[in-house]
Every structure is written in C-alpha cells, then in structure tokens.
C-alpha cells in the first residue's frame, strides 16, 4: 500500500510541474505584429500592448497580467523603439493590463483616467500597495490628455462609460492609429464591468464619440488588429445585445426567459473567453450582464473619488 501511495504522491508532483512549466510558458508566449513603421502590437496572455516608437524612446498603452511577462514586454518594446519607456498608458483599471507596471522603474510616467486610478485603488488596492504603488498611474485626467514625445502627438481620450466607468482611447496621431483598449473586444465576447461603472447601453454612445476620432487602424484589446469597420462590426453587436436583452428586461422577462429566447446575429464567429475558476465570457455572460443592467438587477459600486 505504501508503495502505491507514493508511486500516486509522485505522479500528481509530476502532474503539476507539467502544469506550471505549462502555464509558464503560456505567461511568456508573446508575438509582435507590426501595425505601422513605428506602431507595433504585442499579443499573449492578457490584453494587447501598444507599443509607439518615437526619436527618444518608446510609449506602452497596457502591461499584460505578469511581472514576468512584462520584463520581456519592456524588452521587446525597447528593442523595437531603440530607446527606453518614457511613457505607460493604462486604458483601464483591470490586471490584465495593469499588472505588469511593476516590472517597469518606480516613478515612471504612468497615465489612465482618474476613475481608472479610483478602481485600482479601491477594486485592487491589495495588488498595489508596498512597492507596487510606485506604478501606479501618477498622470490622470477626466477627459482628454496629449502627451507630445519624440516627435509623435498621442492624443487620450475618455469618451465615457462602455467596458468600465473608466476608459480612455489612445490616437497615434501621426500614425493614424487607435489603441481602443477594452472599449473593444475583436471577434471575442467583452467583459462588462458593471460594478466598475460599465455599461451595454452607455458603451454604445461612447463608440458614437470614438468613432468621430481620425484613424485608419485599430488596435482592440482583445483580438486581431482591424479597421473603422472592424469597431463598427462590434458596436452593431452590442446595439443588437443591448435592444433584444434590455426588451426582455422591460418587458418583465426573467433572466432565464431572456438567456432562452435572445438570438443574437452578430456574434456568430465570435471565441469564448474562459480563465478556469475565475471567468467565461461568452453569449450566456454578455446576455446576463445586459439584463442585469436593464432591469436594475446590478448597479454599480459607490467608489471613493480620489482628490487630485
């Protein structure tokens, strides 16, 4: 029996270093695509990285969910601007594009909205306390902000509530190029924060601003690189999400009705998102999420405001 018992203890050990190497190795799988000559995007396991090459160095928009990850991001981007980070970027407040800024030096210039700042503070406050807090945002704004580097003009816009309570959009001027962050899920089912101030019926309007902004290309936060007509495509299935869900919600439906009788007819290509044990995004969640939101089933958080 003994025998066993260990033979069952050292298969389960080796199981699970097969699964860490296997996790690592995920955490550290990244590609880079190039948009433009000095635009370029870094996809793995998190949200996609913008990264702008300008005459003294580069600017990031987002840092991944790892430490470790964004050390070889911070490589990658240096190495591809041929110069250091000047600036981050975080176009909202969740760890999947947040979480690397601690793998960058303490002090670095870090801009997001000041609703951005509130939520980190106040959702994920553990995460950034010690020396964490040296990368958290230290340039906020409310609704627009330009930063001018190297001869490049970036241009940050909070056009309002969508994803979050708090997202900004960030134009590569020169380049003609939008990094729209979460405010735009690619060929993927979106998260929607509703606790953090997101909202289905809101994200439609603010695409309205967004889309009145001068840009060829567009960088989502999650999925392939596209164009204007790429952002329509999804703004066309959140009105479609927003009036077939919200219908149900006036109408009194229960969200069972409404998970049974809404047929979406945009999202027919569209790929789950699923992290094990934390989050499945797919048609089920969205069409929750849009109920909870119509019939006042789900409001969002009061969340201090920081002084400026």
Do not use: C
Request: proline share 3%.
């Amino acid at each position: 029996m003994g025998r066993i018992v260990r033979i069952v203890l050292g298969l389960a050990v080796l199981s699970a270093a097969i699964a860490a190497v296997y996790v690592y190795s995920e955490i550290m799988s990244l590609e880079t695509e190039k948009v433009t000559d000095d635009v370029s995007v870094i996809r793995g396991l998190g949200g996609n990285v913008g990264v702008l090459r300008t005459e003294t160095g580069v600017v990031i928009v987002d840092t991944m969910s790892f430490t470790a990850q964004a050390r070889q991001i911070r490589r990658l981007a240096e190495e591809i601007g041929g110069g250091g980070v000047k600036a981050i970027v975080n176009t909202h407040y969740h760890m999947d594009h947040t979480h690397g800024n601690p793998a960058f030096p303490a002090g670095a210039k870090v801009v997001s909205t000041r609703r951005t700042l509130d939520y980190l503070r106040f959702f994920d406050g553990e995460y950034w306390e010690g020396d964490h807090s040296a990368t958290l945002p230290n340039v906020t704004f409310d609704d627009r902000h330009e930063l001018r580097i190297g001869g490049k003009t970036i241009r940050l816009h909070h056009k309002g509530r969508g994803h979050t309570g708090g997202d900004l959009v960030v134009l590569f001027e020169e380049d003609r190029v939008l990094h729209a962050g979460d405010l735009f899920f690619n060929g993927r089912y979106p998260n929607i924060d509703l606790e953090a101030g997101g909202s289905v019926q809101e994200w439609i309007r603010t695409l309205d601003r967004v889309l009145e902004l001068d840009f060829d290309t567009v960088i989502p936060g999650h999925g392939a690189t596209t164009d204007r007509e790429g952002l329509l495509r999804f703004q066309r299935f959140l009105k479609d999400l927003w009036a077939q869900a919200g219908t149900a919600a006036g109408a009194g439906r229960s969200l069972q009705e409404t998970l049974a009788t809404v047929d979406l007819a945009y999202d027919d290509d569209f790929a789950v998102i699923s992290i094990p044990f934390m989050v499945r995004l797919d048609r089920d969640f969205v069409v929750q999420r849009a109920w909870e939101e119509a019939s006042g089933a789900i409001s969002p958080v009061e969340v201090p405001v920081a002084k400026p």
